[in-house]
């Protein structure tokens, strides 16, 4: 069983090295990796066709730059694999990654993988690992945890059965948070989903903070791609993890000390409001957002 990586890059050239590294130390021998240069202007285009010219298990896409997710429907269209997982270019993967993603496929019929994840320093050191408890569930059951935050939505940190991500939906034109909508899509339609109870990800945490501005930015991106995932898939989630999924990403937006919402975001909380869906929520999350719903107070921000 052939394991597709899925690797997008623009302006990757730092990083391409110990992205590449990572996949050469796998214990599993049956994988691909599609790298897709969306577009770069520094040095990517010609270290990765000379990984390519030397690698016949790694493929090199060249196009203009259209951002990550056509990048990553691109990656997923050219490659092979039964299985696809993800990686960013400046990340890697634990050395056992794709043994162990390729063992629970078989193992338990699962149509999604989940592993946890560590937050890796610029330097290499561990910050942090973020873990799942080791189960299996249902698809409808994983939905539920995608959208109360219990489960991250991020592509990456998941293996596949490639049928669920051929037949997704990409949304086009965002600059964050675009694999929300993916993630969701193809979680909605699966039977099984297995977590492990082991990181197989190293997610470089960069250590310049990220700004105010940036954090609001990156919540109405969210918003759209909730938006885009309801449009295309909303039967499938339910309306219940809907609205929990806005509650959640507003609750995000308003931590992130927003103080002049965005249409979208009065638009969102009016038609997804609901107290069941704050009770899925912590306490300070379901707080802060019935005190915007109710006063308009963000008291998040000075939090």
């Known amino acids: ?38 577009g770069s202007t520094d ?51 634990a050395d056992n990654a794709l043994r162990i993603f390729a063992d629970t496929f078989n193992a338990s019929g699962a149509d999604i993988v989940v592993s946890g994840i560590n937050l890796i320093s610029e330097e290499g050191a561990l910050i942090k690992s973020i873990e799942y408890k080791p189960e299996s569930m249902s698809g409808d059951t994983a939905t539920a945890m995608l959208c109360d935050g219990r489960l991250r939505w991020q592509l990456w940190a998941k293996a596949f059965k490639r049928g669920l991500l051929t ?34 990800y190293n997610y470089m945490q960069v250590a310049t903070s990220v700004t105010h501005a940036k954090a609001q930015e990156i919540s109405m991106d969210a918003l759209s791609s909730a938006n885009f995932a309801e449009k295309v898939a909303g039967a499938r989630i339910g309306k219940e993890n809907t609205n929990c999924m806005f509650m959640l990403i507003i609750s995000g937006a308003l931590r992130s000390g927003i103080s002049d919402p965005e249409k979208i975001f009065h638009n969102s909380i009016s038609r997804h409001f609901s107290i069941a869906s704050l009770r899925r929520l912590s306490f300070n999350k379901a707080v802060n957002v019935l005190l915007f719903k109710l006063f308009r107070i963000n008291l998040a921000k000075y939090l």
């Open 1 to 38: 069983m052939i394991i597709s990586v899925i690797i997008p890059v623009y302006n990757g050239e730092r990083h391409i090295g110990s992205c590449y590294q990572s996949l050469c130390r796998q214990t599993y021998p049956d994988w691909e990796a599609v790298f897709i240069n969306d």
């Open 167 to 200: 037949n997704v939906v990409t949304p086009a034109g965002l600059r964050s948070a675009e694999d929300m909508a993916v993630c969701l899509q193809a979680v909605a339609a699966a039977d099984k989903v297995c977590a492990l109870g082991c990181c197989l």
């Open 43 to 93: 040095r990517t285009s010609e270290l990765l066709s000379n990984i390519g010219s030397t690698d016949s298990r790694v493929k090199v896409i060249h196009k203009n730059n259209e951002g990550v997710a056509v990048a990553r429907e691109r990656g997923i269209a050219q490659s092979t694999g039964g299985i696809i997982t993800f990686l960013d270019v400046d990340d890697t993967l």
